[in-house]
């Protein structure tokens, strides 16, 4: 044990700069003064807290072109709904409370202005009892067996 130099200190590895100390202009300068290789890249929508990115094709979307446009549902539709719903008594209010929606999407499917959605347009089916899907849209809506 006569060997060990107490005094020596052996240090096996630096630690580098932190990652606050790596990104200051300062650093990066310093950097490209000895040569080495920087690599900088800009974060795409870098602290915006963007989390529903909209990309182009639903930018042309928005615009409607002629070529380009979401269906709307049908004032027919619309026209269904809103006599349905006043021959049950229902508000508009109490329509969407019963269909677990909010009030300005039965607003928009009568005025015509939504996207038709199937699983929406199922649920006012059955809460006024009019078909609006199909061929014959304003009949009563037949609850029989569903056969298998």
Do not use: F
């Amino acid at each position: 044990m006569a060997e060990s130099d107490w005094d020596t200190v052996t240090v096996l590895r630096k630690k580098g700069p932190s990652a606050a100390q790596a990104k200051s202009k300062q650093a990066i300068l310093a950097a490209q003064r000895r040569g080495e290789d920087v690599e900088t890249s800009k974060k795409w929508a870098a602290g915006q807290n963007k989390q529903h990115s909209i990309t182009k094709n639903t930018a042309k979307l928005d615009r409607e072109t002629e070529e380009l446009h979401h269906d709307r549902v049908p004032l027919e539709v619309g026209k269904v709904i809103q006599q349905g719903r006043q021959s049950k008594g229902l508000t508009q209010k109490d329509l969407a409370t019963k269909i677990n929606e909010k009030p300005q999407v039965i607003a928009d499917y009568e005025c015509g202005r939504a996207i038709p959605n199937n699983q929406v347009l199922g649920k006012i089916e059955r809460a006024i009892g009019l078909k609006l899907r199909g061929r014959d849209i304003g009949k009563p809506l037949e609850t029989g067996p569903k056969g298998k």
